[in-house]
């Protein structure tokens, strides 16, 4: 009954790795998006996908990829980690437009904490 | 460019007292104003919206008022509980818009 799901929940790597994060949702939702939560607990979106497309591109390095292979899944696969990538990455999703004009919320996954060494 | 802005003070208070947590925005109206809640270690769970045209919502012990003269969202947990403790976000934006994030205000709630 999961409504959005991350794995792996911890990764630890060596810097110069290559690692991903996948990312799912059961809600039936068109959009979905992926969040940084640094050391000091700032929340900064990376990026969204709508209906598989992306429409959403924040500044951030070349060496984050995301993958939205259909609408309930969205990957996240970083190459050439860096010591500035650990943090916790949340997975989140989002009904673009619901019926009478309203606007819903976003559902947020449980976060996949990364570590750099 | 717009940034949300919330005390990054712990803010203690006592069960059963009326918690007010403060959400200043700069520059123009966002058109919603978001507030969700974040345990540790876990992602944030939305609690209310509220649009820019709404002076005030509530749900349960939960009111959130949004004051476009004073730039500010205002967050109140009434009857508070120590379950309330937690963090609480305030971001705009809505739909498939990104949500700009304050950087959260931590709430104690002790017996």
């Known amino acids: 009954d999961t409504a959005v799901s991350q794995t792996p929940k911890y990764l630890v790597t060596q810097m110069g790795n290559d690692k991903s994060i996948k990312c799912e949702q059961n809600l039936g939702h068109d959009t979905m998006y992926w969040y940084k939560q640094d050391s000091k607990k700032f929340l900064k979106i990376m990026f969204s996908y709508n209906n598989k497309e992306l429409i959403i591109n924040e500044t951030v390095p070349n060496r984050f990829s995301p993958k939205s292979p259909d609408k309930a899944h969205l990957n996240l696969h970083i190459n050439s980690l860096e010591l500035g990538d650990s943090a916790v990455y949340f997975c989140?999703?989002?009904?673009?437009?619901?019926?009478?004009?309203?606007?819903?919320?976003?559902?947020f996954g449980p976060g996949t904490r990364l570590t750099v060494l | 460019s717009q940034k949300i802005e919330q005390n990054s003070e712990a803010l203690n208070i006592q069960e059963g007292k009326t918690a007010t947590l403060t959400c200043n925005y700069t520059?123009?109206?966002?058109?919603?104003l978001q507030w969700y809640r974040q345990d540790p270690g876990r992602g944030p769970v939305f609690l209310l919206l509220i649009r820019e045209n709404e002076k005030e919502k509530r749900k349960e012990r939960l009111k959130v008022t949004f004051d476009t003269t004073l730039k500010q969202s205002l967050f109140h947990i009434t009857a508070s509980q120590p379950a309330d403790s937690a963090t609480y976000l305030c971001?705009?934006?809505?739909?498939?818009?990104?949500?700009?994030f304050g950087t959260g205000t931590r709430l104690l709630v002790s017996p």
């Open positions: 520059n123009y109206s966002p058109a919603y």
């Open positions: 971001a705009r934006g809505a739909g498939f818009q990104k949500l700009v």
């Open positions: 989140a999703s989002s009904q673009t437009l619901l019926a009478g004009g309203r606007y819903n919320e976003q559902f």
